[in-house]
């Protein structure tokens, strides 16, 4: 079994940053809207928060408002047919660099209050998130999406495919991926998604996840104590949990069904398997309600068939 392990930030220490008080009305600035053509946008390096609205056609609109230090760092360009909005320090660095998030010794630093960006874009339009910390609101867009976010509070509308990575705490919430999607989980956060295709899902510490109907499969890694519910899979199901991880979906046709467990973690099927594999070592437990074909089980599997 392979295993990936990952570095997490210190929950209670980014939802330290997301609290400090925000900058002083007369500190407080705006930008004059700025309009592009484009098909695709990126967001990157931002502590802020962030607004993404979608309407039938037409061009890309940017306004940008907080207090003055924060928004005088903040670039808005556009070049074959991609609009970027980035944001960097005085002193250049990136924002990502968490030891600039928490120094308060300086004159200046920035927090997700100080920063409010607002992004008009045509539906079918390409949006890539890069590394932010703070909330966002993002709608239908009914294109592909990828977001990356740090402690973030995020409501997300239908896209067509979407590659999330969340690390430390907060949520994320999507109403629905009509394609492909690529979870990644560090730390203790939350996702929802509703229905999806093939999802290819990574956590590891002790986030959730929960997932609709998923017509494609699912491929889930969990490494540490990590729980994911689905209301059904149909499709290919391969599930390894290293540790106290937990797996529970409602129903479906996983076919076929391999699991993997090293630890104590459980995974619970509502469904039919066909010719389900377990390999288990540890206390873990396995539950199917039916399978048809053959049923393999090697190691210390726990396996339970029936209702």
Known sequence: MTRKFKSMLGGAAVAAALIVPAAADTDWTSLPQKSFGGHSVKVEDVVGTLTVDVREGGPVTVDVSGSKEQVRNVDVTSGEGKVVISSSGPDEKSVWDWRNWFNFSGESHNKPSGLVIKVMM??????????????????DTMGPLRFEATATKAR???????????????????AEVAG??????????????????????????AGDATLGPIAGGLDLDIAGSGDVAAASVNGPVHIDIAGSGSVKIASGEANPLHVDIMGSGNFTFGGEAVDPHIDALGSGSVKLKSYR???????????????
């Open 156 to 174: 997300i509308g239908k896209v067509a495919s979407a590659k999330v990575s969340m690390d430390g705490t907060g949520r994320i919430d999507i």
């Open 293 to 307: 074909g053959k049923l393999s089980s090697e190691g210390m599997a726990n396996v339970k068939v029936g209702e």
């Open 122 to 139: 045509p539906k079918g339009a390409a949006l890539n998130v890069d590394d932010l910390v703070g909330d966002a609101t993002i709608g």
């Open 180 to 205: 492909p999607l690529d979870l990644d989980i560090s730390g203790s956060g939350k996702v929802s998604v509703g229905p999806t295709q093939k999802v290819s899902a990574d956590i590891a510490g």
